[in-house]
């Protein structure tokens, strides 16, 4: 029996599991190019489901495509066009971890319902300074003492930190107070110093350090992830991941704000970073309303919006006279603020059903 | 007594109230430029107040300078640097006008402790759609109903709206449930078709469509001003000030999210214009967190930061249909979920002390 | 014969001609809410070529998929995720236009190899000036003279323009000079003063103003349309899309600096626009080197890079007397100056093989 | 004699050279708030002008404030605001030292009309693949041999370079062709082996990675900094000064795209980066058209924009096989491509006076 001759090709496409990849090849790719593509897919381990039109030619792939190079793969002359539709991350990706991950800072938990407050000043600055913050953000509800002894500043002339003898007068607060410590590391030669610190901060600017982040997955001891100023949420997780691939899965994620067109403050909050961080992973979020900002005065409504969209803690600067301060006076509070700060605080927390840690 | 020649030259300035502009002039303008630079100033109307050291010369300028362009004086050969003190809005803001504007929508009142919920869907689409949704919404406790009619579309292939017809829906709509309405205009041309609507809303993409501002400046009936997506909070304030200049006072400012780099969700709320504008300006701050992030199930987060963080009201986008929305079904919540949405919300405006209108 | 039981589900894709659009199915989506979603989708002319896998299934769309709301269908309860493969404008696009279009303003032609200069004051602000300056940029070179009559300003104080006078002051400009004109509309309800105008802009401040891009699309007049200062290219070349699809296809692509978080100048002019316009869209793509960077000593190295980069022509701010212009002084160029800039361009415009027209 | 109260308060400002930072007070700020606050100023050896009017109060401070905290200042109880008039870099200042600085680059000279072209692959993949490239790009007229064995990826799981093994392959290729080579460093640990290095390149991850700029600062090499991808051009000045600061003045500036809304490439290349870095900076400032759009068609009208500009080099990814690079095979070029971008590139450094060295 005659047949006309089909207006269109068909092919068949077989799906093991979730797509993780789709290319679109060009219209012109000649069968070589195309066979050379496939055998060196194939030979990374990957499924390939073709799905081939009459002007149009998909390949999906299937398997381990996290280390895929896409811009190479774009650069291959049958290529068209890539897009990934799985995530680029796994360890810190909900999808495999539905539970809240909770952190667990030499006794304060963070994550899953616990909330923390971590309070102090921008630097340390003196042992009288740094003693007298720390016991007053005790009092008012701030359960981990925060404070920078490495300090990343914009100038090479301004106060660069107190470096060793800060983390020394931070531990010798802590003594006095109890309160676990976190604070900012900038490079890895400085790892030996911070084997008594309890939570290890990495800093918007060094988000993607990735020699640090990958010496940091070496530890097992609380990391503190700063978001970059004009980092995507992907790529935040991104480095969250370099963290936990090393093996080390104990990530707090922290919001500081964003670089925006915004001129009258320093940054912009991103709030709904909080919910969409918490979709993307199970880590816990916390938000830093002093940074995010840089005005004192906005802490409290910025710290109030953090809490009611669901954020597992505060860091949040408090100096004892913020004029004086050798850093970041502008978005200090000082401690009878935050102790007021916390009285509003408390109730939000209560309605938000969170156990203040 | 001979005295040594003085190392530096003494000059005398006099201060008339606050200082608004200050000129930095350059090292070597001449004194003729100088005078001719001064001549026109003065006959602007301004005071000049100038300081001139040994290697800088600067002018301070008081008065009326709302007018005066920056950039021309820029161009002046004597002028190194113009920057102003003074802000350049004056009916908008708070300092002229310390107390809360409190705007009247057709008996629903917005701003100054009282906060109204807008609800209803992206487009009027059908008698039956928008009779059906105003009565859920206005059951849940929305106290005006949203509902376009005109729609701005990226595409010019896309659904563009009821248009007249709409207009004609949403007033039936109203006729029903009592609530008032809000709805958009795009044109001036319109303008006649929008005398029976009680309030006018201003789309981001036309903040800045000065035609349109002078024309709703010639009313006597509330705008919702809605944030260009790019826009700067002074400029924002600026495109009120444009209505206001008119004589049209009752302003609603609407923060409805801006770009940045993020692809997860549609744009990012900026929940610090919130505190930022209310210090700014006296007028009114309300929150519409459906376009902010255009995911229906990041409304509710987003709307608990709104109130934490001060605003006077939301506008959220309500369809008793999503999936088959002619417009923005993907932030959409249906009455259902609006409604829980109010009992989640209702605590919240309580600890606040906000009244729900 | 017996068959084990096979491992994976297997299916047939039938592809017509390009993919326009992928939907990727919830894992956990239902077999009556997928046919819904597919009776839906057909019921729109669509082909639909599933591909089913057992984790996962991906529904590709052919045909006019331009209309279709990828927010609703986001909205679905079936869907997972939607991504867009052709691209969504078609008039403009050079897929289906491969030779680059050549447009006729009044005699000057731009694009495909022909060059064109437009220069003139930001504001035209009165005879003597518009006519000194038009007279001053025909005889350095410049085609095509430019002047804004209605001023788009961010301040409500600022000097408006001259509106109609200003639009019969250019008139008799070019009555002297020979010179078509370019001038800035704001609002549809001026159309009728623009009948006698050679070339309407669109400035970036509307380039969204969709009521204003419908209605010069029913012209049959060069169209200079600038891009607004944070839409990506595929929103600018949409607003195009706008204007053609009404049937009017004169349209100039102007680029005229971007918003970035620079403050040492007003925008930040992208070069990449020009080579990238021109592989999206036929259309001319222009550079307007004044407003780019607000200051006039940039004017020179960003005219120079635009023609190195491939542009199709210049817009250049000149005035008579920059320190004393009513707008935009700061990147004005002198007549003296613009001259100096043409000697410059020339041998460039040799060098690349373009012809000044 | 009786006077009349004068209406307005007189005061003497003493200007000692350039004012450098100006304070504008608070209305209500009280004297004893002011004594302190100049108390306190004049102890870090700023003289103080003061400026004092009815309702104003302005102090000019002159002197070394590069290490004042502004945000601490901001926070000064008297202070309403703070504006800084100088700029906080000097030794990268072109004002301090106007001649164009010629970094000597092991005998290749960049800067002050001394153009040159650096090319290699992203990666160095094997002694093969090096030495071919370097071979083929110094035919066609590549000075600099460029290539990376530290590779900041922002996957985990990418291929993360060579590393000591890639280094030890770029100094074998450089033995064969005589390239002085220049390759990126990461992290402050591995700076002994970068000392045989002749250019040692800071990536755009790294650009405020101030720990490593304080260590290549006491080195006697050329550094080659890029650009941040969100950085303003005074922070990357500031980069540049940490650099200078600890006596290092070997800096070549790389601005390499920056990041913006736009998703049809990688980065947007920043051209009017060049003139004005030019103005703020005596260093050199080359382009990298690679990195900044990421796609290698747009490499030659991007490096013919970079060269109108005003650049003083080139950086440009080269590899013998995009399509099976290990990273950014999108974006480059094969030798051959390479070589027809040098025959296009040469006649326009002769127009624009520039020795390709």
């Given at each position: ?86 995530e680029?991350?796994?360890?810190a990706?909900r ?132 978001r970059?100023?004009?980092a995507t949420l992907e790529e935040f997780v ?15 994620l922290?919001e500081?704000?964003i ?11 991103d709030i709904s970073a909080v919910p969409m961080l918490k979709k993307m992973s199970?880590l816990?979020v916390?938000i ?21 969209a669901g954020a ?46």
């Amino acid at each position: 029996m005659h047949t006309a001759k089909p207006r269109f090709l068909f092919c068949q496409i077989f799906l093991w599991g979730n797509l993780d990849m789709i290319l679109i090849l060009k219209k012109n790719a000649t069968k070589q190019q195309i066979d050379t593509l496939c055998h060196s897919l194939k030979s990374k381990g990957l499924s390939l489901h073709q799905s081939e039109g009459e002007q149009s030619h998909i390949i999906g792939l299937v398997g381990d495509t996290k280390s895929l190079d896409m811009d190479s793969l774009r650069a291959n002359p049958a290529v068209e066009e890539v897009r990934r539709i799985s995530e680029p991350y796994k360890k810190a990706n909900r999808k495999f971890h539905p539970q809240d991950t909770i952190v667990n800072c030499s006794g304060v938990l963070v994550g899953g319902g616990n909330f923390a407050v971590m309070a102090g000043p921008c630097s340390v600055e003196s042992p009288e300074q740094i003693t007298l913050v720390a016991q007053e953000v005790k009092k008012a509800g701030a359960s981990i003492l925060r404070g920078g002894a490495f300090k990343p500043r914009t100038s090479p002339y301004s106060f660069q930190g107190l470096r060793d003898d800060g983390l020394e007068l931070l531990r010798h607060a802590r003594s006095l107070t109890g309160q676990p410590i976190v604070t900012e590391i900038m490079n890895t030669e400085h790892l030996p110093l911070f084997e008594d610190v309890d939570v290890i901060q990495v800093g918007a600017r060094n988000m993607q350090n990735f020699e640090l982040l990958k010496e940091l997955g070496k530890l097992n001891k609380p990391i503190l992830l700063k978001r970059g100023l004009s980092a995507t949420l992907e790529e935040f997780v991104m480095s969250a991941e370099y963290i936990m691939a090393g093996g080390n899965e104990n990530v707090i994620l922290c919001e500081r704000g964003i670089r925006t067109f915004e001129t009258s403050m320093r940054n912009t909050l991103d709030i709904s970073a909080v919910p969409m961080l918490k979709k993307m992973s199970h880590l816990p979020v916390i938000i830093d309303p002093s940074h995010a900002a840089g005005l004192s005065w906005m802490v409290e409504p910025l710290a109030m919006a953090a809490i009611a969209a669901g954020a597992d803690g505060l860091m949040i600067e408090v100096h004892n006279d913020p004029a004086n301060a050798l850093s970041d006076g502008a978005q200090s509070l000082t401690p009878k603020q935050f102790s007021a700060l916390m009285q509003r605080v408390c109730p939000l927390l209560t309605l938000m059903e969170k156990q203040l840690n």
